[in-house]
Structures are given as C-alpha cells and as structure tokens.
C-alpha cells in the first residue's frame, strides 16, 4: 500500500517541526519504510510572527530536491494558524496553498478552545480557499464536539486527522476523539502531520493503516489515507467517508 501525507514538517529548521537536514534524511529514509510516496510539506506559518515566506519557500524547494532522493514527490504547501492576526495576512498573501492549488490547511491555537470566533476566520479564509483543518481531534480537551464539526462539514470545510492520534501518541483523549470522529464518518483525510524522526508525530502511516484495517474496511481506510489525499493533491473535491466496522469473527488477528 502507497501512501500519501498532505500535512508533514519535514522542511527542516524552520519551524518546531524536523530540526536539520540530516535529521530530515533520516525522516525521509523512515517515510520512504513507511510506503509514503508523496509528501506536502507545510511549515507552520503564525500570521504577526512569520516574516520570512521567501525563505520557507527556498527550504520546500530544497527539500522537494532531497526528497527524490527517496523516491518521494514533494510538494508546496503550509500549515496556517487562525489566530487574531489572521485576517491580515489574508489580505496579504501570506501563505502557500497545498500544491499551489485551491486547498489550505489551517489550524486553531491548540492551547486555546475553539470559539465563535472560529466561524468568521474560517468564512473570510473560505472566499479564497478550500479548508483544510488541521487535526481536528485535538482542539477538544473535554467534550468532543460533534455539532460543531458537523457544521465545518455542511460549510465545505475538509476534517483532516493525525495518524500518531489513532496510534496513541498525543494521549487518550485525543486517541479516543480520533475514534469518534471516525465512526461517525466526520472525517476526510488522515495525515502524519510529521514532525520527529522517533516519538508522537513520526513517520507513521503504514502502522496506522495496518493498525485499522483490522478494525475496519481496508477499501474505507484506503480513501482516508490515498484517493482523498491524492485528490487534494489534484485539487478535486472530495467527501468525508463512511467507516464500517468489520464484525469481530472476521477480523484479522
Ligand atoms: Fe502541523
């Protein structure tokens, strides 16, 4: 099975993401193990602080060149923090869509909860941009809520899920809001959201697809984890998926 992870931070020394090209090499040799095959990087950019795009783009143009290396297609892309600044760099220009097509991952202040104010800086993002929000299950350090994802949804937001979560990596919670979202067919894209060569967000796809296939349908997983991402990649649309348990007699031991 090829894999494809549309959220990563491999372009190194940038961001809290891979810290050295020489680490970035170790992560690309673990990603090329893992069956991934293709790899957007997007390094975080916090509209108020990031001030070297050019730069963030030098580094994506390098790592695209390192990444054949290991028989891995690199694309442009980045990861845009939502926060009170946001609006502004919109305006601006301040942000590298996926592949230089219609999609953009965004994400919220993890150390913040998700308010109102989420809706207008999602609309205002959306008249340029298809959204991609990032890791959806982590935001809710309580209750998960499944009203307010179901409205991103119904608004053409696209839900995107960490890997490292469905393996455990960021904590119960977070592990168990990655299974709701799942069953409930809330989601649109699985992502490895790379950030470490070892420990939490690893190259890990493989592992996690292994891992879920034993609980549910390979072909459902498999649009989570290839039709979707490549679809985005292509900048077609795309739905969430309907997960289907596969009966407990008939799971793989
Ligand atoms: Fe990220």
Redesign the pocket.
Known sequence: MEFIDI?S?YAWDIDDGIASLEDAKKALAKASKQGIKQIIA?P?IIPGTTNNIDFIKERIKEFIKLAKNYDIKGYYGS?VMLNSDCLTSLKNDEFISLNNGPYLLV?FNLTQSINEDCYDRLYEYSLKHKLII?HVERYFHNKLNLQLIQSWIKDGHIIQVNSSSFLGENGKKVKNNAYTLLENGLIHVIAN?THRITKHRYPNLNDTYELLIKKYSSDQIKKLMYDNPLAIINGEDILPIEIDKIPWFKRRK
Do not use: F, I, L, V
């Open positions: 959220h931070h997007t975080h990861e994400e990032a959201d």
